[in-house]
């Protein structure tokens, strides 16, 4: 077999299949110090056969050794002595072959130890440290110095004779070895369990650095330990120079002069720990480093001392099989910070969504806290008095999936950790999770995510939810392009969405605030600020302060709903709404939306609202192009704007009280305002608390097909109405109303210039009230078209019912007339109690749009074809009957028609003075017929040969030449 070209898979395979795996200690040293060659002794230790390592050269404070072949058997001990002085050991490997560690590696002092080997290092399942210094493990070529001398392996030298004073870094030629952990070594540790043995692995005394700096690095089952020190794990790739110092925290590194990284990989529950009274950083840095089958990075403060970073730095990162990163504080000290950089991809992976659910969610909510659940993900949590770590993530794309989550929350007085995201591409979270949240006295974290595109699918969600006494944090959205939150699961109990909630908590909620270009929220998704939280069949109230919710879209907001039930009684249809509100004591907070255009369909919703005695936040719509509201056409529920108090579905459910705190305000800006097949822009109360107020201001208003713009009342004060545009159309069986049971109807007030809907249709405004005063309905409009005003005697007559009967009715009786109609009535007798509608339209009778038109049919022949020039003399143009016009708004137009014969126009009776000659016509003038009529500025009709032409707020005519001039 030719082991030459096999070895070129990579580089770790082989060093595993075809390195030596000696019984004993080989440890051969070169001849390349001269006279300072170093030595080896046999010796014990505690019982322990080993290898002592005398002589070498000694330059300052340092010591050089250099060995041809440097191998430690299992249970054998290789160790380094210490002379006086001495404070760094500098060893190299020259012989060609890879370093086999297997057993005990020391120094019997406590100098640092640095282990050179360019063709790689392998530290097996029982290989152990006993240093007392620092420890760096390296498949550089050389140590370089200050003075530019290199400790080389490949080119070995003996060190000169001059001063060597400090060690700059390491010099990588092409193709370093790679450095493999396998270390499984185990020891009682007090501080985390003094009872049973922990798998510590490599190890350095407390506030001491273990580095390891080779080509690819792979930790199978390895761990690497330096409670309250440095953990340094650095891989390269080519020819590059990593410089480092020693400092009083030990040895530190710098990548900023590596080109090209190698691979790093944690697997089979490798892990890396730097905790301690105050945790110790972790710093890795490499081309593509993974971390997989629970492999971990913990970082823990149990102390005063506040803890240090985790920072990862790479190409690409992946985070997979329950792997997940910990900087937790459980002591007065803070947590350290979590940072990640990746040039180019972060993909985060978990255990699967049910078990992320029952993790995140459901067993808070059942008041079971884990605060270090060491599954899937990235944790800065605090127990403590101190302070939760941050989480900075920076990289082009960012994935997190199958129950990835990302958490710093609180559970205790420290204040939670804040969540900061940068990928400029995209985030995408697929069932997995953000979440900075507290469950006690501290205040919780915020959540930042800035990027192109959001995407979160799938059960995903980002929240910043509290149940304690602290406030929650603020969840901010930057996403240039977009931001999607799509696909809630098949009866999930709960949504895919962006949550700043409390649940049984008394501190204030955080704010939601999204700047995107679009934001399309579908399939059962939210977006939520709420006090108090419904899941499934369980409502959990809260005191708390619901948050606000601020949409900034520049192109457009698109809410599309989704229900898992045809039964509208089941609560536990999945909506997908937009929505800040208050479940107990607490306020709920506003609902603003900024866009272009904004489109509500499919039963989703946009609510501020209200379930208990706090009051319900406003609604502040601004879309500078259009409004569409789009109800699912299927007779369960249409979808909506509103601000209500109550709802008589989850008051049912969950045998609340009826609300008494007020409903909050509604108002949209629009050029046009659409709702059909069921949308509805709606104020309601269903307690003792007030109803708000809705005001629109567009240029077009249109309802059609059972659509709402609605103010209902049960008991509290009636809602009001304010609608402003150029029109307003109602098609269908839509309304206009506030309507009230036993509170006061309350008052819709409309100024347009057109008002208009089709008679048989039943599209009705109304004001009317059960049990109390009919409200008042004011109708600023010049132009009615299809409406009748009605009273309540009319009402009760034309249905037929008795005063009692009509006073029992459990729905608004002008819903059950087949006409569009205007009304303030209530349905108990009695004048006072009646509404009031009042018409102002600036002199123009408004019973020309209200009164059905006589059914006898005049001769037109008498009237038409009369003197036209006489009849022009007057300013008036008038039918009396039908003349093919409907006799009732309620009738359909018909396609009658009358012929008549031309008359020729009358000589004028009576004294004309004028400056005119007098028009003559010759015998081949041609009469030509009226073809259309107009109102000129003097209120003058005139009669027309063409239809008019001009420009916008013009009109051009001439007289009917067979007339005289006036």
């Known amino acids: 077999m030719n082991i030459q070209a096999f070895c070129y898979l990579p580089s770790i395979f082989c060093l595993l299949l075809f390195s030596p795996l000696p019984a004993l200690a080989q440890i051969i040293p070169d001849k390349t110090l001269g006279a300072e060659n170093s030595l080896t002794i046999t010796d014990s230790i505690n019982g322990k056969a080993i290898d002592r390592i005398e002589g070498g050269a000694i330059r300052g404070s340092h010591l050089f050794h250099s060995f041809q072949q440097f191998n430690v058997g299992e249970e054998q001990g290789a160790y380094f002595t210490n002379p006086t002085n001495i404070t760094n050991i500098f060893t190299r490997i020259t012989g060609g072959n890879p370093s086999n560690i297997l057993g005990t590696l020391g120094v019997l002092g406590n100098a640092n130890l640095f282990l050179l080997n360019p063709k790689g290092i392998i530290f097996g399942p029982n290989a152990q440290l006993d240093v007392g210094g620092s420890f760096l493990a390296s498949t550089a070529d050389s140590v370089v110095f200050d003075n530019g001398f290199p400790f080389s392996a490949t080119n070995p030298q003996a060190p000169t004779l001059l001063a060597i004073n400090i060690p700059i870094g390491l010099q990588f030629r092409e193709h370093p070895g790679s450095i493999v952990n396998q270390s499984q070594f185990s020891r009682i540790v007090q501080s985390i369990s003094p009872s049973t043995l922990t798998a510590v692995g490599l190890e350095v005394p407390v506030g001491q650095t ?10 199978n ?17 080519s020819p590059d120079f990593v410089s480092f110092g020693l400092s009083p925290v030990g040895l530190t590194l710098d990548n900023t002069a590596i080109q090209n990284f190698g691979n790093i990989e944690l697997s089979g529950i490798a892990s890396v720990n730097a905790s301690g009274l105050g945790s110790g950083s972790i710093s890795v840095n490499g081309g593509n480093v993974t971390l997989r089958d629970r492999a971990n990075l913990i970082s823990d403060t149990i102390g005063t001392i506040d803890g240090r970073d985790i920072n990862i730095q790479a190409t690409q990162f992946n985070l997979l099989d329950q792997a997940f990163i910990e900087s937790g504080s459980s002591g007065t000290g803070a947590a350290g910070n ?9 993909n985060l992976r978990g255990i699967g969504f049910a078990t992320f659910r029952r993790i995140a969610l459901e067993e808070p909510l059942a008041g079971i806290f884990n605060p270090f659940p060491r599954e899937s993900g990235i944790y800065t949590t605090t127990v403590g008095a101190g302070k939760g770590g941050n989480v900075t993530i920076n990289t082009r794309q960012l994935t997190l999936g199958d129950g990835m989550l990302i958490a710093s929350p609180t559970y205790s007085a420290g204040t939670g950790g804040n969540i900061a995201i940068k990928a400029s591409e995209s985030v995408e979270l697929i069932g997995s999770g953000f979440s900075a949240g507290s469950v006690a006295q501290g205040n919780g974290g915020s959540i930042e995510i800035d990027t192109n595109q959001l995407m979160i699918r799938n059960g995903a969600f980002v929240t910043t939810a509290i149940s304690g006494q602290g406030k929650g944090g603020d969840l901010i959205i930057r996403a240039t392009d977009s931001v999607v939150l799509t696909a809630t699961p098949e009866f999930s109990a709960f949504s895919t969405g962006l949550g700043t909630n409390s649940v049984l908590g008394t501190g204030d909620v955080g704010n939601i605030d999204i700047n995107t270009r679009t934001l399309l929220v579908e399939g059962g998704a939210s977006i939520s600020s709420t006090s108090g939280l419904t899941s499934g069949n369980s409502l959990f109230p809260s005191a708390s302060r619901g948050g606000d919710v601020i949409i900034n879209a520049s192109e457009s907001v698109k809410i599309v709903g989704k229900a898992t039930s045809n039964d509208p009684s089941d609560i536990r249809a999945v909506q997908t709404f937009v929505v800040s509100g208050a479940i107990g004591s607490g306020d709920g907070g506003d609902v603003r939306i900024n866009t272009k255009r904004l489109i509500v369909e499919d039963r989703a919703a946009i609510g501020a609202s209200t379930l208990g005695s706090g009051a319900g936040g406003n609604i502040v719509v601004n879309a500078t192009e259009s409004v569409e509201i789009i109800g699912s056409n299927d007779n369960l529920s249409g979808s909506g704007i509103a601000t209500t108090s109550g709802d008589e579905l989850y008051r049912l459910a969950f045998q609340l009280d009826a609300p008494t705190g007020a409903a909050g305000n509604l108002s949209i800006t629009t050029p046009k305002l659409t709702l059909k097949d069921g949308g509805t822009v709606n104020v309601g109360s269903l307690g003792v608390g007030a109803a ?15 659509s709402t713009i609605e103010g209902r009342t049960v008991s509290g004060a009636g809602a009001n109405i304010n609608l402003q545009a150029q029109s307003i159309l109602l098609r269908r069986g839509s309304r206009i109303s506030t309507d009230a049971g036993t509170s006061d109807g309350g008052n819709i007030t409309l100024n347009s210039d057109i008002l208009l809907a089709f008679p048989q249709e039943n599209s009705d405004i109304t004001a009317n009230a059960r049990t109390a005063r009919g409200g008042r309905v004011t109708v600023n409009v010049p132009n009615i078209f299809g409406f009748t005003a009605i009273s309540r005697d009319q009402v009760r007559d034309r249905l037929g019912l008795t005063d009692a009967q009509l006073a029992a009715l459990q729905v608004s009786p002008t819903s059950l007339l087949a006409t569009s109609d205007i009304a303030a009535i209530s349905q108990t007798s009695g004048p006072a109690l009646q509404g009031t509608v009042i018409f102002s339209t600036s002199g123009v009778n408004p019973a020309q749009g209200l009164v059905e038109l006589p059914q006898n049919v005049v001769d037109p022949t008498t009237l038409i074809a009369a003197n036209l020039c006489n009849q022009g003399a007057g300013n008036e143009f008038t039918i009396t009957g039908r003349g093919g016009v409907p006799p009732s708004p309620n009738d359909a137009l018909g396609n009658t028609s009358a012929q008549f014969p031309w008359v020729e126009g009358a000589v004028e009776q009576g004294t004309r003075v004028s400056n005119n000659k007098p028009l003559t016509l010759s015998s081949n003038d041609q009469v030509i017929p009226a073809r259309s009529w107009m109102i000129n500025n003097r209120g003058e009709v005139r009669l027309l040969a063409d239809e008019p032409i001009g420009q916008k707020g013009q009109r051009f005519w001439q007289p009917i030449s067979v007339c005289a001039p006036h």
Not at 210 to 219: K, M, Q, T
Not at 692 to 706: C, F, H, Q
């Open 338 to 346: 979590v940072n990640i950089n990746a040039a180019d991809s972060i």
């Open 221 to 237: 089952s390895g761990n690497v330990t330096a409670f309250q020190g440095n953990i340094l794990l650095f891989s390269v790739a």
């Open 210 to 219: 273990l580095a390891l700096v080779g080509g690819d690095l792979n930790l």
């Open 692 to 706: 708000g107020t809705i005001k629109v201001v567009a240029d077009e208003i249109s309802l059609d097909n059972n």
